[in-house]
């Protein structure tokens, strides 16, 4: 980039800042904040939108944001893998819901609308800004592609998920988790020491299926902590919910490309629309707001040609700094909402899940351990 654009990008950082008045209405937390139509009598089946067919190769959006109505037995991390969608990615979308009593008939937001990543089609992609991994895979008589889509766990401070090109080289069911010395050290100083090798079954955190890259130590897995996919929970390995990383193993072979990236900022088009998402940017990532707002307007006027007036910029600034990872259709001079469409309820339990107190258990245990910075490095 040439000194005199940097400079045009930092004007128009300016520009945004001061310009957010001009967004009217000023994008709110949610796209419910609006006074909504009435609730329909029979909302429309629900769609557990993670997998579609295409043939355009160009199409960035997939899915349709929905919107659903609580019971009084419902969680959010219940709803949240009912709907296939990670713990992080459902509470950004539903800030002002409780997430262990929602209450009765709360309306919340199924972020089932998806942008993907500026990355390669080929193989598995994963976003970990997003905590997303995207998996491409052309359709066996040539007429176009499947693409499906799961939440992900992902290294949590201090054992930071690598970004970079991998391969997959191996792959298991049943494993036995070798412990890294690194994180048998860091258990030994918390007062929790492992054992050199953890045997398969329900306290292997690797769960029942493993795909190995070929970045040293690092794995793609299923887990026996399923309420914490979607979060900063692991020593670097990315994890899936059992049914997940089940699907995900039988269609994966050796020799699968896999691609990192880590995107805060998303951005694609549907038809003649211009969808823009932003996620939070991870607490170990060095760049800040304002160069994350540079690199956006970049790539929305090199890569999508978009022409963006004074009133566009603002709008992306604010969706940057909303950072809830809800899809919102950019115009000129104009943020558009997406449309929620009204669904059932299909939340349910597992036979064997814990009890409500159990899960706010595990949950906080497990915000706490992501919380705390280690030293020792990534596995």
Known sequence: MSRWHGGLITAAFCVCISGCSLLQPPPDRSPL????????????????????????????????????????????????????????????????????????????????????????????????????????????????????????????????????????????????????????????????????????????????????????????????????????????????????????FASTDRGTDVTIVNQPFVAGREGDALWIAAYPILEDDERSTEQLLASAIEYLTERQGAVLDESMIAAVAAVIERADGMPMRLEPGALVADTAVPVRNIAQLPEDAPSRAEVSEMLEALMQEASDVSDAGSP
């Open 33 to 248: 904040s609006d006074p909504a139509p009435a609730w329909p009598e029979v909302p429309a089946e629900p769609v557990t939108e993670h997998r579609w067919q295409y043939s355009d190769a160009t199409q960035q959006v997939f899915g349709t944001t929905q919107v659903l109505r609580t019971r009084d037995t419902d969680t959010i991390s219940d709803i949240a893998r009912s709907y296939d969608l990670g713990y992080d990615e459902i509470r950004q979308a539903n800030p002002e819901v409780d997430p262990w009593l929602p209450g009765v008939d709360t309306e919340v937001l199924l972020p089932t609308r998806f942008i993907l990543p500026d990355a390669r089609r080929t193989g598995i992609v994963l976003n970990i800004a997003a905590k997303r991994l995207y998996v491409h895979e052309p359709v066996p008589d040539g007429e176009g592609f499947v693409l499906t889509t799961y939440p992900i766990g992902i290294g949590r401070v201090g054992w930071a998920t690598p970004t970079g090109e991998a391969t997959v080289i191996d792959k298991a069911t049943d494993p036995s988790w070798y412990v890294p010395a690194s994180v048998r050290a860091e258990h030994r100083a918390a007062g929790d020491p492992l054992p050199a090798v953890v045997p398969p079954g329900p306290d292997n955190p690797l769960g029942r299926h493993v795909l190995k890259l070929d970045m040293p130590g690092y794995l793609l897995h299923g887990t026996n902590q399923p309420y914490g996919v979607g979060m900063r929970v692991s020593h670097g390995c990315v994890r899936l919910y059992p049914e997940d990383i089940e699907v995900l």
